[in-house]
């Protein structure tokens, strides 16, 4: 059974930083492309942030409105996915939620991720 257990949020003000963390079972980090989305009330889930598989190289990708704050990593050994975010802006609150599956195109659809954890909240205060 896969479990997807993110950890790590919490609230924070404007300038601060966090990092999530995402423990798996029932599957291997490095064997499927791995995300972080976020949604906020009343919004779509966005997808945050990618990293492939190890066999395809590894390569991240971020969404715009992240890139140069946010960074996306795994420890193998540990089986556990992290997001670390610098520079938090309001704009960045949100639950955060860690997703396992197969996406390799320009954007970060949902749709291509079949395993989902519950999330966490992130608040960033002005």
């Known amino acids: 059974q896969v479990q997807l257990v993110e950890s790590g949020g919490g609230s924070v003000q404007a300038g601060g930083s966090l990092r999530l963390s995402c423990a798996a079972s029932?599957?291997?980090?490095?064997?499927?492309?791995m995300a972080w989305f976020r949604q906020a009330p009343g919004k779509a889930r966005e997808g945050v942030a990618r990293?492939?598989?190890?066999?395809?190289?590894?390569?991240?990708r971020y969404t715009d409105s992240v890139k140069g704050r946010f960074i996306i990593s795994r420890d193998n050994a540990r089986n556990t996915l992290y997001l670390q975010m610098d520079s938090l802006k309001p704009e960045d609150t949100a639950m955060y939620y860690c997703?396992?599956?197969?996406?390799?195109?320009?954007?970060?659809?949902?749709?291509?991720?079949?395993?989902w954890g519950q999330g966490t909240q992130v608040t960033v205060s002005s």
């Open positions: 997703a396992a599956g197969q996406s390799y195109g320009a954007s970060i659809p949902a749709g291509d991720f079949t395993h």
């Open positions: 029932g599957l291997t980090v490095t064997r499927y492309v």
């Open positions: 990293i492939r598989t190890v066999p395809t190289g590894g390569r991240t």
